[in-house]
């Protein structure tokens, strides 16, 4: 099985979740997608609603498959979030921000009562920190916050030329173990700038579903 096909396989057995569900949160990314092109393929887009999207890119693949997208303050909380992650590690913290989304899916995934997070096999570690950690900063706090970021072990890598959904910057912190995630998100959520980070260990998934060989995993 290549990458791509354990991808949608992941995103085929989040579907049972989504039963009864009439707004659901819906992520950013590869995965996402193959998630977003299930429901059109298994002809469930006249069961749902709506969706609160955690991008720009996932507004438009919803609304091209007919799904309307709305506001979350108009939603209110919802019950289920479907999104993949960057790495898995055994309390279902993640890394999260790949793609750039990290805050408006953090929002999305604080705000949901269920947060299921789809992967491939290949994103499953025992401690996080192999990914760059993404931090999305307010321009001017950037070269402030990776000199913060060197002073806790990271190695910051501006992502140049890119700017996120919210006109923000990201920051990617390379080679930093992440041992203690909580407190690292905390550490790392305090500093002057910084819009979120890509831990998500205060706000950890609730079930993972993981494509194997062997089949989909769910811890
Ligand atoms: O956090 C994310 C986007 O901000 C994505 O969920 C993460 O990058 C995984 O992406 P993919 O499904 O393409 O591997």
């Given at each position: 099985?290549?990458?791509?096909?354990?991808?949608?396989?992941?995103?085929?057995?989040?579907?049972?979740?989504?039963?009864?569900?009439?707004?659901?949160?819906?992520?950013?990314?590869?995965?996402?997608?193959?998630?977003?092109d299930?429901?059109?393929?298994f002809?469930?887009?006249?069961?749902?609603?709506?969706?609160?999207?955690?991008?720009?890119?996932?507004?438009?693949?919803?609304?091209?498959?007919?799904?309307?997208v709305?506001?979350?303050?108009?939603?209110?909380?919802?019950?289920?979030?479907?999104?993949?992650?960057?790495?898995?590690?055994?309390?279902?913290?993640?890394i999260?921000?790949?793609?750039?989304?990290?805050?408006?899916?953090?929002?999305?995934?604080?705000?949901?009562k269920?947060?299921v997070?789809?992967?491939?096999e290949?994103?499953?570690?025992?401690?996080?920190?192999?990914?760059?950690?993404?931090?999305?900063?307010i321009?001017?706090?950037?070269?402030?916050?990776?000199?913060?970021?060197v002073?806790?072990?990271?190695q910051p890598?501006?992502r140049?030329?890119?700017?996120?959904?919210?006109?923000c910057e990201?920051?990617d912190?390379?080679?930093?173990?992440i041992?203690?995630?909580?407190?690292l998100?905390?550490?790392?959520?305090?500093?002057?700038g910084?819009?979120?980070?890509g831990?998500?260990?205060?706000?950890?998934?609730?079930?993972?579903?993981?494509?194997?060989?062997?089949?989909?995993?769910?811890?």
């Amino acid at each position: 099985m290549t990458q791509d096909e354990s991808k949608r396989k992941a995103a085929e057995a989040a579907l049972p979740y989504i039963k009864d569900v009439s707004i659901l949160g819906v992520g950013t990314g590869s995965t996402v997608n193959h998630f977003i092109d299930c429901l059109a393929d298994f002809n469930l887009t006249k069961d749902i609603q709506g969706a609160v999207s955690s991008s720009i890119a996932t507004t438009e693949r919803l609304k091209k498959i007919g799904i309307p997208v709305m506001e979350l303050s108009e939603s209110g909380n919802l019950d289920v979030y479907v999104d993949g992650a960057d790495e898995v590690n055994p309390l279902k913290q993640l890394i999260k921000g790949g793609g750039g989304a990290l805050t408006r899916e953090k929002i999305i995934a604080g705000a949901s009562k269920q947060f299921v997070c789809i992967v491939d096999e290949s994103k499953v570690v025992k401690v996080l920190g192999s990914f760059p950690l993404p931090i999305e900063v307010i321009p001017m706090a950037r070269s402030y916050v990776a000199r913060e970021v060197v002073k806790l072990g990271g190695q910051p890598v501006w992502r140049e030329n890119y700017i996120t959904d919210n006109g923000c910057e990201i920051i990617d912190v390379h080679n930093m173990e992440i041992a203690e995630p909580l407190a690292l998100e905390r550490l790392i959520n305090n500093l002057a700038g910084v819009v979120s980070v890509g831990i998500f260990g205060l706000r950890p998934a609730d079930v993972v579903l993981i494509a194997k060989e062997s089949g989909v995993e769910t811890m």
